[in-house]
C-alpha cells in the first residue's frame, strides 16, 4: 500500500503561482511513476503531469495545456513529490490529485493504483 496526502491548494489570482507537495509513505517510493491529475466540476479527471525515475535519471511528461508552466519534481531523500504551478489561469480551477503508478511511463488514470485525497486549486480572472 501507499499512502498519499496532497497539500499546498488555494485560491489565487490569475497570472500567479502555486506549489503542490504530495508526500508519500508505505511501499519504496523511488519504484513508482508519480503523477498529478486534475478534475475541475462537470469535467472527466484528466491528466497534468508525471515523472519517473531510474537510477540517477528522471523523466517528466505533460499534458500539453500546462507545459511550459508547471513543473513537476521529486525529492526520493523526502518521499514527496511537488508541482509548481506558474502563470495559472482560470481554467486550471479543479481539483488536484496525487497519483503512484508501478509502471515506468503511462498518462491515463487506469494506469495509477493510489491516489490522494485531492487539493482544491481556484484561480480567479
Known amino acids: 500500500q501507499v499512502q498519499l496526502v496532497e497539500s499546498g491548494g488555494g485560491l489565487v489570482q490569475a497570472g500567479g503561482s502555486l506549489r503542490l507537495s504530495c508526500a508519500a509513505s508505505?511501499?519504496?517510493?523511488?519504484?513508482?511513476?508519480m503523477g498529478w491529475f486534475r478534475q475541475a466540476p462537470g469535467k472527466e479527471r484528466e491528466f497534468v503531469a508525471a515523472?519517473?525515475?531510474?537510477?540517477?535519471?528522471?523523466?517528466?511528461d505533460y499534458a500539453e495545456s500546462v507545459k511550459g508552466r508547471f513543473t513537476i519534481s521529486r525529492d526520493n531523500a523526502k518521499n514527496t513529490v511537488y508541482l509548481q504551478m506558474n502563470s495559472l489561469k482560470p481554467e486550471d480551477t479543479a481539483v488536484y490529485y496525487c497519483a503512484a503508478s508501478p509502471l515506468r511511463d503511462g498518462v491515463k488514470s487506469a494506469t495509477y493504483n493510489y491516489w490522494g485525497q485531492g487539493t482544491q486549486v481556484t484561480v480567479s480572472s
Open positions: 515523472i519517473s525515475w531510474s537510477w540517477t535519471v528522471s523523466s517528466t
Open positions: 508505505g511501499r519504496t517510493f523511488n519504484n513508482y511513476r
